[in-house]
């Protein structure tokens, strides 16, 4: 990543982050479970920050994928410990500009 980062990458990190359902579900809600408030602001900073990081590794690139480790439950061990994001700039003429954060699989381009 660049020491000098542009006006626009640093603009971007401005911009609201929404989630998809799905990638909510998947990050900071998993098996619809009720942890207590300060592990799910955990995990959604965590994965903000890995998100802004992707971003600006590649901040032309009209989205990027990057993972996070999954919290995994105990019915869930045997699968794959982290859990692949993917975040892009969503632009409509009359929506305000977002990140939005998914799941990889959920990425339509």
């Given at each position: 990543m660049s020491?000098?980062?542009t006006?626009?990458?640093?603009?971007?990190l401005?911009?609201?982050?929404?989630?998809?359902?799905?990638a909510w579900q998947h990050v900071v809600l998993p098996d619809g479970s009720?942890?207590?408030?300060?592990?799910q602001l955990d995990r959604l900073s965590n994965v903000v920050r890995?998100?802004?990081?992707?971003?600006?590794?590649d901040p032309n690139a009209p989205y990027v994928?990057?993972?996070v480790a999954k919290f995994v439950s105990a019915s869930d061990a045997d699968?794959?410990?982290?859990?692949?994001?993917?975040?892009s700039l969503l632009q409509a003429s009359d929506q305000p500009n977002v990140?939005?954060?998914a799941l990889a699989e959920e990425q339509q381009r």
């Amino acid at each position: 990543m660049s020491d000098s980062l542009t006006s626009e990458a640093l603009n971007t990190l401005r911009l609201p982050v929404v989630f998809t359902p799905e990638a909510w579900q998947h990050v900071v809600l998993p098996d619809g479970s009720n942890h207590p408030e300060k592990l799910q602001l955990d995990r959604l900073s965590n994965v903000v920050r890995a998100a802004f990081e992707a971003h600006l590794a590649d901040p032309n690139a009209p989205y990027v994928v990057f993972e996070v480790a999954k919290f995994v439950s105990a019915s869930d061990a045997d699968h794959e410990p982290l859990l692949r994001l993917s975040l892009s700039l969503l632009q409509a003429s009359d929506q305000p500009n977002v990140l939005l954060i998914a799941l990889a699989e959920e990425q339509q381009r």
